[in-house]
T-cell receptor
Framework: EAQVTQNPRYLITVTGKKLTVTCSQNMNHEYMSWYRQDPGLGLRQIYYSMNVEVTDKGDVPEGYKVSRKEKRNFPLILESPSPNQTSLYFC??????????????????FGPGTRLTVL | GNSVTQMEGPVTLSEEAFLTINCTYT??????LFWYVQYPGEGLQLLLK?????DKGSNKGFEATYRKETTSFHLEKGSVQVSDSAVYFC?????????????FGTGTKLQVIP
């Protein structure tokens, strides 16, 4: 089954304790992204990756790190979590736009979400 | 930069009522437009999309037409069901330095009552 998986689904931690949220996709997609969802703010992109070893900042990257050592995995790292990072996090993947299509975009496939609480 | 504005929720409707959720956008170039749906406790999933002006996306009785002249992509359904209760996100995907950056609206919660 084609899917994006995230672990853990729920996490409660304390300020300053490093944590990693894993994300894996089995669709051989080039693009992967991390988003956070907060009430009234919708989804905001944290980081994205266009391919292995290629990552870039999204709209709200402060306090987060990512890596893309393998095509299927895109972990999100919080080196020193703070309470303002309490949120619902989603990983997503999408295929590269088809050759010849220079505008527009492809569907994103989302993981089930990770609810993080930082005390 | 690109932006998406969608109507505030929550929207509460009786079963079989007509649904409209408004969405307008600001973007350069020719973005693709999407509606995603998020059921309780789940991630987002694509509901429908349109990739060029005047395209109509449709799925599960929902429809939306890409209107470039009004920069809109309103979601409609003729007769909603309780199972349609969810949060709906309008989104656009546009070129950003070779990457198809996706910008989401804030979401509209729909509650359908029997």
């Amino acid at each position: 089954e084609a899917q994006v998986t995230q672990n853990p689904r729920y996490l409660i931690t304390v300020t300053g304790k490093k944590l990693t949220v894993t994300c894996s996709q089995n669709m051989n997609h080039e693009y992967m992204s991390w988003y956070r969802q907060d009430p009234g703010l919708g989804l905001r992109q944290i980081y994205y990756s266009m391919n292995v070893e290629v990552t870039d900042k999204g709209d709200v990257p402060e306090g987060y790190k990512v890596s893309r050592k393998e095509k299927r995995n895109f972990p999100l790292i919080l080196e020193s979590p703070s309470p303002n990072q309490t949120s619902l996090y989603f990983c997503a993947s999408s295929p590269r736009a088809k050759a010849g299509f220079t505008t527009g975009g492809n569907e994103q496939f989302f993981g089930p979400g990770t609810r993080l609480t930082v005390l | 930069g690109n932006s998406v504005t969608q109507m505030e929720g929550p929207v509460t409707l009786s079963e079989e009522a007509f649904l409209t959720i408004n969405c307008t956008y600001t973007a350069t170039g020719y973005p693709s437009l999407f509606w995603y749906v998020q059921y309780p406790g789940e991630g987002l999933q694509l509901l429908l999309k349109a990739t060029k002006a005047d395209d109509k996306g449709s799925n599960k009785g929902f429809e939306a037409t890409y209107r470039k002249e009004t920069t809109s992509f309103h979601l409609e359904k003729g007769s909603v069901q309780v199972s349609d209760s969810a949060v709906y996100f309008c989104a656009l995907s546009g070129d950003s330095g070779g990457y198809q950056k996706v910008t989401f609206g804030t979401g509209t919660k729909l509650q359908v009552i029997p």
